[in-house]
């Protein structure tokens, strides 16, 4: 049975709903609803100039109405008068196909359509960084491999487990909190959920990360490299694919098969899903490192710990963190690619959209490389590279027709326009780089 907002709100105490939804930026957009009118609000929706977010709208068009989706909803911990819930928009009466929550259901329907319930973890790093934003908040977190620092981490631990038990309360089952690879920067982990929970979960905890660094005087940020030289933030997928009673996982399989994904304990449907991954990766780049600033991560020089743990190229492997996509252990694989700018809902779009064209089509995920991608990249011949920059990605993402369709086309054009007008923003700026280098020519 639907939930019904307005109980909700009066067995929890919930004053003011936020109805949001996400565009095609990975802006969460919302406006707060009082619970006295949650009612007509959960029937009609919320309205919205869709043309005043990244959504491809003209200032001409009708009412756009955010419909909450009620079994999204999250009473904030740190403010329970007020309940988040995710919504779907819809214009006269149709689903709007190219927001990207409505695009990820259309693909689990897709999915389910054939037997099949994708189900995926993620992993957003983040750094806390002074209110300013140019740096970060710690001045005493100068290591140099500052990976799993237990000082560090302890001068941050107001932060980290507040956020850790506000999860804890919401169910979510955390079960590991660190210092990452770069000085300022912090890893969560909970465990994994149906695809289109975990985004929810994805948008909720980047609002709620925010929202607890505010209110301790740093600024929490996603951003792919928001600090010159040092480690990234990631968004790495962790993904497998169950029977629609969530009991069997379908990529399982016994270890020491025949062919390099089995040998690791990757069905035959799981090395199909990911030959999908590896075949489209090009593709899918543009939505995984959505900005210009995402390629500062992938492709990056050496950072300072030694390592950027970011792919250039398009290669899977075992148990080795170097390639862009990682088979940990039998009935599962890890996608590095994706990194903190990504749109929740479309990270868990596209991967099902590939993996989608990789079942259908058999495709084969080609040869495993067991090399350190980082020391060896050189020997990884005949593997794809992927995009050097956003326009390069947004070319790759024009011409993959397939995974443009699987994605949807109203979805797929209007992201490819307003990216690329986005990348024409970038491109007519200047930088204090063109000054110092050809000032003097
Ligand atoms: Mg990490």
Known sequence: ???DLAAFAAENGVKYFMISFTDLFGGQRAKLVPAQAIADMQEDGAGFAGFATYLDMTPAHPDMLAVPDPDSVIQLPWK??????????????????????????RLITEAAGKNLRIKTGI???????????DRISDPDDIAAKPCYDQQA???RYD?????????????????QNDHEDANGQFEMNWEFDDALRTADKHSFFKFMVKSVAESHGYRATFMPKPIEGLTGNGCHAHISVWDMDGKTNVFATEEGGATPTSELGLSDQGGHFLGGIINHAIGMTAITNPTVNSYKRINAPVTSSGATWAPNTVTWSGNNRTHMVRIP????FELRLPDGAVNPYLLQAVIIAAGLSGLENEADPGKRWDIDMYAAGHKARGAAKLPLNMLDALRAFNRDKELKSRMGDEFSDAFFKLKMAEWNDFASSFTAWERVHTLDI
């Open 159 to 175: 932060v980290v487990r507040e956020i850790c038990d506000y999860m804890l309360g919401l169910g979510w089952g955390p079960y």
């Open 329 to 332: 252990g039998p009935g599962r």
């Open 80 to 105: 329970p008068e007020v309940a988040w819930v995710a919504a779907n928009p819809v214009m006269e009466g149709e689903e709007v196909a190219q927001a990207p929550r409505n695009v990820l259901n």
């Open 153 to 155: 981490v302890m001068r």
């Open 1 to 3: 049975m639907t939930k």
């Open 123 to 133: 992993e957003a790093e983040y750094f806390l960084l002074h209110p300013d934003g």
